[in-house]
């Protein structure tokens, strides 16, 4: 009787540890998708903006203004172009150790890994610029600034990370209120 115990306690820890391998085989897989769909998309958005820099060049009009920016948002450091290029191949660097550390987190939340690929796509694009130009191309005419595709997609990814951390901040206040009442 014993041994017969012994035999399907034995049998469940099997079960029990197949279940688990098919559950991180189907993570592993599913991550694999993700970086896949991350690096094809990153690719795509930096293609798109490289395109651009380069088709509109020779346009000038309301809309499209080329400008050569050697600083950084509204020529802030225009001159110090070097220093700039070392700081942002700095900052990606980091952005992508912060990626790769926190890969988890970033692939089970939709709001996170869309920003994720496209302020590493707009880096990539002006890094890019400023590495082999010297300056950042941009073309995109709004009043009193001019910007570009990967400015755009920078922007926007930081609207949501803010949208994201707003949301986790509201569902810990709900919880923390839940828990007094």
């Known amino acids: 009787m014993t041994n017969n115990n012994t035999n399907k306690i034995n049998n469940n820890k099997i079960n029990s540890n197949k279940v688990n391998i098919n559950k991180i085989n189907k993570n ?17 958005l930096l293609f798109i903006d490289l395109f651009l820099k380069s ?20 020529g802030i450091l225009n001159k110090y172009p070097l220093i700039i290029s070392i700081l942002s191949i700095i900052f990606l660097s ?28 707009g880096a990539v694009s002006n890094t890019f610029d400023r590495i082999f130009l010297g300056y950042v191309r941009d073309y995109i005419y709004m009043y009193f600034f001019v910007n570009n595709l990967a400015d755009i997609y920078i922007s926007v990814a930081i ?22 009442g």
């Open 28 to 44: 592993k897989y599913n991550n694999e998708k993700r970086y896949v769909f991350f690096i094809f998309t990153s690719i795509f």
């Open 55 to 74: 088709f509109t060049k020779n346009i000038n009009n309301y809309i499209i203004r080329p400008v050569k920016n050697y600083g950084i948002s509204l």
């Open 94 to 121: 980091y952005m992508i150790y912060i990626f790769l550390k926190n890969r988890e987190i970033i692939f089970k939340n939709k709001i996170l890994f869309i920003s994720s690929i496209l302020i590493f796509s």
């Open 159 to 180: 609207l949501l990370f803010f949208i994201f951390y707003k949301s986790k901040e509201n569902k810990f206040k709900e919880n923390k209120s839940i828990k007094k």
